[in-house]
């Protein structure tokens, strides 16, 4: 669960919550009288949320264009597709 400390924490106990936010992997909520103001969190847990945003924008887009179009692909092409471009990128890293 996220802590929630005063905004002041941070420039007087700012090795106190990186050490926090590190070891729990929680963001820290500050306040600033009284009102959530800021989130902290570590850079890691940062990148790992971005990616899973991005992930989800992609995948709202794979349903919306799913919705606007009839067109649709077999299992057999969308794999064959898959294996011809993974043995591409195995020759080019070669």
């Given amino acids: 669960m ?3 400390r005063p ?3 941070l420039r007087n106990n700012f090795a106190d919550i990186s050490h926090t936010v590190h070891e729990t992997r929680e963001p820290v909520i500050l306040t ?3 009102y959530g103001d800021m989130v902290v969190m570590s850079y890691d847990e940062y990148q790992k949320i971005q ?3 991005g992930v989800m924008r992609e995948l ?3 349903e919306l264009e799913a919705e606007t179009t009839t067109e649709r692909y077999a ?3 969308v794999m064959d ?3 011809e471009r993974i043995e591409k990128a195995k020759i080019h890293h070669v």
């Fill in 81 to 83: 597709d898959l294996r």
């Fill in 51 to 53: 990616y899973e945003m």
């Fill in 7 to 9: 905004v002041s924490d």
């Fill in 2 to 4: 996220s802590q929630i």
């Fill in 32 to 34: 600033k009288n009284g």
């Fill in 60 to 62: 709202q887009a794979a």
């Fill in 75 to 77: 299992h057999e092409d």
